[in-house]
């Protein structure tokens, strides 16, 4: 087996479960996928262990490796915590971004507008994640960083949402996303960290309504009766 396949096998399994490929608080088969990507069990459980670190998986001890959940608590900490580290995550990029680092969010953020141009929202969530990535980069902070890398995850599959705009409304909503990233782009670039604030906290207000659907159940349908209504009916 190569170094190559076992990073391939990690990178794809990565993305599979930002897409939701691989839906949150799923098993995973460990021989299946030895299988699927044709390695052995030790890089196989090497690879386990990395996405564990990262938050994309977790495993009790002598049990199978799940996919990491999102239940209402992470997303109660998610929808608290997200502003947070974004707004101090872009005053740190404004403050403290190499010049030679601007050149590759430009790169990524040409993507992205691609991306929601076709309306590939798979593609547009990866490199918004992508994106928010390197703005967490060129903060230079080692503190943030694991923080923001481990609630990018949970964005990510959310956004799968965001990316599918269903009414006129929505659709504006992602062109706009896509114009706030290249005024975020600027103002990083400026060095205007005020400005890269308030740029980043319209940016998660834009989304944060759509993003909760992901975790909001659908209404019951309208014919619906009580049960002790029906009660005559058992």
Same mark, same amino acid.
């Given at each position: 087996?190569?170094?190559?396949?076992?990073?391939?096998?990690?990178?794809?399994?990565?993305?599979?479960?930002?897409?939701?490929?691989?839906?949150?608080?799923?098993?995973?088969?460990?021989?299946?996928?030895?299988?699927?990507?044709?390695?052995?069990?030790?890089?196989?459980?090497?690879?386990?262990?990395?996405?564990?670190?990262?938050?994309?998986?977790?495993?009790?001890?002598?049990?199978?490796?799940?996919?990491?959940?999102?239940?209402?608590?992470?997303?109660?900490?998610?929808?608290?915590?997200?502003?947070?580290?974004?707004?101090?995550?872009? =005053?740190? /990029?404004?403050?403290?971004?190499?010049? +030679?680092?601007?050149? %590759?969010?430009?790169?990524? #953020?040409?993507?992205?507008? !691609?991306?929601?141009?076709?309306?590939?929202?798979?593609?547009?969530?990866?490199?918004?994640?992508?994106?928010?990535?390197?703005?967490?980069?060129?903060?230079?902070?080692?503190?943030?960083?694991?923080?923001?890398?481990?609630?990018?995850?949970?964005?990510?599959?959310?956004?799968?949402?965001?990316?599918?705009?269903?009414?006129?409304?929505?659709?504006? =909503?992602? /062109?706009?996303?896509?114009?706030?990233? +290249?005024?975020?782009? %600027?103002?990083?670039?400026? #060095?205007?960290?005020?400005? !890269?604030?308030?740029?980043?906290?319209?940016?998660?207000?834009?989304?944060?309504?759509?993003?909760?659907?992901?975790?909001?159940?659908?209404?019951?349908?309208?014919?619906?009766?009580?049960?002790?209504?029906?009660?005559?009916?058992?």
């Amino acid at each position: 087996m190569t170094t190559d396949r076992k990073t391939d096998c990690l990178e794809d399994l990565r993305m599979r479960i930002l897409r939701q490929d691989i839906a949150p608080g799923a098993d995973l088969d460990e021989t299946q996928l030895c299988k699927e990507y044709g390695i052995s069990r030790t890089p196989m459980r090497e690879i386990f262990q990395r996405l564990g670190g990262e938050g994309y998986l977790v495993r009790a001890q002598n049990r199978t490796a799940k996919v990491a959940s999102m239940d209402i608590a992470t997303m109660r900490m998610f929808f608290q915590t997200a502003p947070l580290v974004y707004a101090n995550i872009a =005053r740190l /990029a404004a403050e403290n971004r190499r010049s +030679d680092e601007i050149a %590759t969010l430009a790169r990524i #953020q040409d993507g992205f507008r !691609a991306a929601t141009a076709k309306g590939d929202a798979g593609e547009a969530a990866i490199l918004n994640h992508r994106f928010h990535l390197q703005i967490g980069e060129m903060a230079h902070n080692p503190y943030l960083l694991p923080s923001l890398k481990r609630m990018l995850i949970d964005h990510t599959r959310l956004s799968q949402t965001f990316y599918r705009p269903a009414s006129a409304d929505e659709k504006l =909503r992602v /062109a706009k996303a896509c114009e706030q990233h +290249d005024a975020m782009i %600027t103002a990083i670039e400026r #060095q205007e960290p005020s400005l !890269a604030v308030e740029l980043t906290l319209e940016h998660w207000d834009l989304s944060r309504d759509r993003l909760e659907r992901f975790v909001s159940p659908d209404p019951l349908p309208v014919d619906v009766v009580a049960m002790k209504e029906r009660r005559d009916a058992l």
